[in-house]
Every structure is written in structure tokens, then in C-alpha cells.
């Protein structure tokens, strides 16, 4: 999305007063909220699809089946889109991450390694790395997403400190742990979307990583799960 393009000056209209739920959610945040996650999910799939750099405004407006000045009602900007696009893939990932490590079967280094190796088959992880590719020349771009890409990681770290209690007289172990199943994991899943490594070999590769993990494991004080 070549963001320089995709700035507004448009300044929003006054709102009208809402109507109030019952809960005190107001109909017009509601639609507002629903309206802002249709935006999202479409820039999404059109980065997947696309590429970064020919995803615009007006293609996102018409994958969400809004027209761009309704678009442009919710993100002044095409870089208002991006920011709130990347931060909704980090909460997803967060999300999802939490889901599992709440299950007791998921600390299981099989499960655990399986249910990671799902997330990034995903679009929301291929839709990441083509943002993450195109930040590397996009200065643009590049300021919008290391600094949240810096947020995530520390919130990431401080959610899986506290969902992995057994892994705590063993912080650096843990650290490495989690380091190497999201290097390894996401490298290969980008190796395979672009070729360079053979489907075939993941059950492999993932069968080795849970071994590793397991090494790392002799040294927490329990034995039967991470």
C-alpha cells in the first residue's frame, strides 16, 4: 500500500447523538466497531493476495464492499489502516496464543508445537510477514510496525511467562524455548509458502523441534509437559 498516496484531510462530520443499548454499547459504536473489522479483514486478504505494494485504499474499500468514502469515514488515512490492520494481527496472535496455553492438554511439547505450527499456515501470519518483508525499504511502513512489532514482544514474553508457571526456575531454558519454536516454526512456514523447502519434510522438522524442547525441559522441575 503506497501510504503517501492514501492520506485525507477530509475531516469527520459532527456525530449525531447515538441510540444507547441496553448495555450501554451505542448502536452507532457497534456498527462503527463492525464496520472498522470489515476494513480490517479485507486488508488482510488483499495483502495476501496482493502484495503490500498493490494493496490501496480503493482495492481494500471494494474487497470490504464499502465505497473508499466510506472507508475513509473509519481511517483518515491508508496509514491509519495499516497500523490498526497490524496491531488487530497481533491481537489475534496474542489471543490465540492464550487459548491454548489455557488448555492443560496444549503444555504438552507435541500439542504445543502442532498448535503453533497451525497459526502460521494462516493468512493472518502470511498477511505479517508481507508487511514485515515490505518494512525493511519502507521507511514509512517501517515506523508504523517496528514499534508495535517491539510492544508485541514484550507482551508476548509477559503472557507466556504467566501462562507457563513450570517453566519459571528456568528462564533462560523457557526463553530459548520459545525462541527457537517461533524461529524455526515461522522460518519454515515461510520456506514452504515460497518454495524453498519441501512440504514433505515438516513432520521431520517438527518431530526434531519437540526433541529439542524437551532437552530444554531436563532442566525445569517438572518433566511431563512445557
Not at 500439542?111 to 519502507?138: C, G, N, S
Not at 507457563?164 to 528462564?171: G, K
Not at 530459548?176 to 515438516?202: F, H, P, R
Request: charged share 25%.
Amino acid at each position: 500500500m503506497a501510504l503517501s498516496r492514501t492520506r485525507s484531510t477530509r475531516t469527520a462530520k459532527p456525530a449525531a447523538t447515538p441510540a444507547t443499548r441496553p448495555g450501554g454499547t451505542t448502536l452507532q459504536a457497534a456498527k462503527a466497531a463492525q464496520t472498522r473489522g470489515r476494513l480490517i479483514d479485507a486488508t488482510v486478504r488483499c495483502i495476501v493476495k496482493h502484495g503490500y505494494a498493490n494493496t490501496t485504499t480503493p482495492r481494500v474499500a471494494e474487497e470490504a464492499g464499502l465505497s473508499r468514502g466510506a472507508m475513509m469515514h473509519h481511517f483518515e488515512n491508508g496509514a491509519a489502516l495499516i497500523k490498526a490492520t497490524i496491531i488487530e494481527l497481533h491481537e489475534k496472535r496474542l489471543r490465540a496464543f492464550r487459548r491454548a496455553a489455557e488448555k492443560p492438554e496444549e503444555h504438552d511439547v507435541d500439542t504445543l508445537v502442532e498448535t503453533y505450527w497451525a497459526q502460521v499456515q494462516k493468512p493472518a501470519f502470511i498477511a505479517f510477514h508481507e508487511l514485515a518483508v515490505a518494512a525493511r525499504t519502507d521507511r514509512e511502513l517501517g515506523a508504523i510496525l517496528f514499534p508495535l512489532q517491539e510492544e508485541f514482544r514484550e507482551r508476548f514474553n509477559a503472557q507466556a511467562e504467566a501462562l507457563f508457571p513450570e517453566w519459571r526456575d528456568a528462564p533462560a531454558e523457557f526463553d530459548m524455548a520459545m525462541n527457537l519454536s517461533q524461529t524455526i516454526l515461522e522460518g519454515m512456514a515461510i520456506a514452504v509458502q515460497t518454495g524453498a523447502m519441501d512440504k514433505a519434510k515438516v513432520p521431520m522438522m517438527l518431530v526434531h523441534l519437540e526433541n529439542q524442547i524437551r532437552a530444554l525441559m531436563q532442566h525445569t522441575s517438572g518433566s511431563g509437559s512445557v
